[in-house]
Nanobody, 125 residues
Framework: QLQLAESGGGLVQPGGSLRLSCTAS????????IGWFRQAPGKEREAVSC????????TYNRAVKGRFTISRNNFRNTVYLQMDNLKPEDTAVYYC??????????????????WGQGTQVTVSM
């Protein structure tokens, strides 16, 4: 069974950067699309980004496009989310999950599975 573990979160000032990692174990990783979503306190879950199994397709929501970059290293069973020029509104718990496809739209729980415990990202002075 696929298990995903997020790491790399922390406290950063506005304008700063973080790189999140999503490491997989327990099942084949090379043929799986991986997406990131986030949830801020009191808010609905929000799709952030997605990368296809072969890295040929990457998608981003409008709020992060141009600031976040998703990538993967299938030899290391890891997907990365490089987050630059962070804003206070990026504060949330970030999760990675298996995706059936890499479209970006309103978060639909049925599109995501096997997410981990999440990693907290806080953007504040």
């Amino acid at each position: 069974q696929l298990q995903l573990a997020e790491s790399g979160g922390g406290l950063v000032q506005p304008g700063g950067s973080l790189r999140l990692s999503c490491t997989a174990s327990g099942a084949s990783f090379d043929d799986i699309h991986i997406g990131w979503f986030r949830q801020a306190p009191g808010k609905e879950r929000e799709a952030v980004s997605c990368i296809s199994s072969s890295s040929t397709v990457t998608t981003y929501n409008r709020a992060v496009k141009g600031r976040f970059t998703i990538s993967r290293n299938n030899f290391r069973n890891t997907v990365y989310l490089q987050m630059d020029n962070l804003k206070p509104e990026d504060t949330a718990v970030y999760y990675c999950a298996r995706r059936s496809g890499c479209n970006i739209g309103p978060f639909r729980p049925a599109d995501y599975s096997d997410w981990g415990q999440g990693t907290q990202v806080t953007v504040s002075m």
